[in-house]
C-alpha cells in the first residue's frame, strides 16, 4: 500500500495544481482621449474621393509639408507644428491651434468648426473623412 502512497500524493498534487484557475490579467480600458492625446500625430496619407474609391494624392505633397505634427492635449486644444522641415523658414512653427472635441457617442471628431468622421483610432493610427466641396477626404495619421 505504501508503495502507491507516494504515486497518488504526486497525482493529486499534480492535479491539483494544474485545475487551479489562473489570475485574470486586469483588462485596461483606454479610452479615446488617451489614445488621440497620447503624442504627437504625423500626417501619412491624403486621400480624394468624388464619390467613387479614395485615391492618394500624398505624392504630390511637398515634402516639407509631410513632416508636419498635429498634437491634440487633454484640456481639448490641439496644435499643428512644423516638422523638422519647413517649406518657409522664416515660418513659424506653429502654423494652426483651436479646441477639438468628440461628439456624444464619440464616432465624431470636431476640430473648431471641422467635423470629421473616425474610421479607426487606436494606438498607433488616426484615421478620419470629412467632406470638402464635392469631395470627401480621407487622411491618415500614425504615431
Known amino acids: 500500500m505504501r508503495k502507491y502512497l507516494i504515486p497518488a500524493l ?3 498534487t499534480t492535479i491539483n495544481f494544474t485545475s487551479c484557475k489562473k489570475d485574470d490579467v486586469p483588462v485596461v ?4 482621449t488617451q489614445l488621440l492625446t497620447k503624442s504627437p500625430w504625423k500626417q501619412v496619407d491624403s486621400e480624394v474621393s468624388t464619390g467613387g474609391a479614395f485615391t492618394s494624392d500624398w505624392s504630390s505633397w511637398d515634402a516639407c509639408d509631410k513632416d508636419d505634427l498635429t498634437t491634440f492635449k487633454t484640456d481639448k486644444t490641439y496644435q499643428a507644428t512644423e516638422g523638422a522641415t519647413k517649406c518657409n523658414p522664416a515660418d513659424p512653427d506653429l502654423i494652426d491651434s483651436g479646441t ?5 457617442d464619440e464616432t465624431k471628431l470636431i476640430m473648431d468648426v471641422l467635423s470629421t468622421t473616425i474610421v479607426k483610432l487606436d494606438e498607433t493610427d488616426l484615421i478620419v473623412t470629412f467632406k470638402y466641396g464635392v469631395n470627401e477626404v480621407r487622411i491618415s495619421f500614425k504615431h
Not at 29 to 32: A, D, F, S
Not at 100 to 104: E, K, M, P
Open 10 to 12: 504526486f497525482l493529486v
Open 29 to 32: 480600458v483606454v479610452t479615446k
Open 100 to 104: 477639438w472635441d468628440f461628439n456624444s
